[in-house]
């Protein structure tokens, strides 16, 4: 979804599909470390469900530019390919904040580290820009959500 800035900021979408809650929200959510962060990863092509989670997230505010804080991850997911998105700020094609990853994956949306990533699950599937890395069987993705959960 190839949106600016002000629409991350407050949020877009249906709530039974494509939805982000909203950047101004999850920095308020998230400033006492209440919420633990639960990815659900459907692969694409098997089906397969995985999950990463993590018992520290945190969305600072937008002075911040929406830094990202995570840690503590488990889950089946392979591996913590999210921790290096960590302490980065949020990007899209209008504030491309971190390199060229935003212009690159159409629009950007997400906390990318110098390389981009090893997850990108905002992304659509048409674009090759949908994955989480080393998931057993290919980092496609069929499906996101993220969740955020009381502690």
């Known amino acids: 979804m190839d949106r600016p800035w002000a629409d991350y900021k407050v ?45 520290t997230f945190r969305v600072l505010s937008e002075a911040d530019s929406y830094m990202l804080q995570v840690s503590g991850f488990s889950g089946n997911a392979s591996r913590d390919v ?37 997850c990108h699950v905002n992304g659509a599937r048409s674009t090759g820009y949908f994955y989480w890395y080393l998931l057993p069987g290919g980092r496609d993705l069929q499906l996101s959500r993220m969740w955020l959960q009381c502690k």
Do not use: V
């Open 11 to 55: 949020g877009f979408g249906e709530r039974s599909g494509n939805y982000w809650l909203g950047n101004d929200l999850l920095s308020q959510l998230t400033a006492n470390y209440r919420y633990k962060l639960r990815f659900d990863l459907q692969q694409n092509g098997t089906g397969k469900w995985y999950y990463a989670e993590y018992s």
């Open 82 to 118: 999210f921790r290096d998105h960590s302490y980065m700020r949020f990007s899209t094609f209008d504030r491309e904040s971190s390199g060229t990853c935003a212009a690159l994956t159409g629009g950007g949306y997400w906390w990318y580290p110098r390389y981009c990533g090893g």
